[in-house]
Nanobody, 116 residues
Framework: QVQLVESGGGLVQAGGSLRLSCAAS????????MGWYREAPGKQRELVAS???????NYAESVKDRFTISRDNAKGTVYLQMNSLKAEDTAVYYC??????????WGQGTQVTVSS
């Protein structure tokens, strides 16, 4: 099992930047994919970005060219650099870790609010 703790959310003006961090503990070596999801009020949780241990990335179309995901495999951390933030990026952002066996763990979430 993997435990995840996010940090770095907050309030920012439109056009600004934030960097989210997620620290994993527990069975770090079992993690293949780490990613970020978000859930806005009244909407379903959606993938923002993911990154496999081998370096393959996947981004939602709405954040391409604005957000960058990175990770430190040795430390079990994943980051999300968010630039040119828009009001529609406002959501609770959740860190996710998926193991080689296919199990999935979630962090508690961190609020990102972008004021227009």
């Amino acid at each position: 099992q993997v435990q995840l703790v996010e940090s770095g959310g907050g309030l920012v003006q439109a056009g600004g930047s934030l960097r989210l961090s997620c620290a994993a503990s527990g069975s770090i070596v079992s993690i293949n994919t780490m990613g970020w999801y978000r859930e806005a009020p009244g909407k379903q949780r959606e993938l923002v970005a993911s990154l496999t241990r081998g370096g393959t990335t996947n981004y939602a179309e709405s954040v391409k060219d604005r957000f960058t995901i990175s990770r430190d495999n040795a430390k079990g951390t994943v980051y999300l650099q968010m630039n040119s933030l828009k009001a529609e990026d406002t959501a609770v952002y959740y860190c996710n870790a998926r193991t080689w066996r296919g199990s999935s763990d979630w962090g508690q979430g961190t609020q990102v609010t972008v004021s227009s």
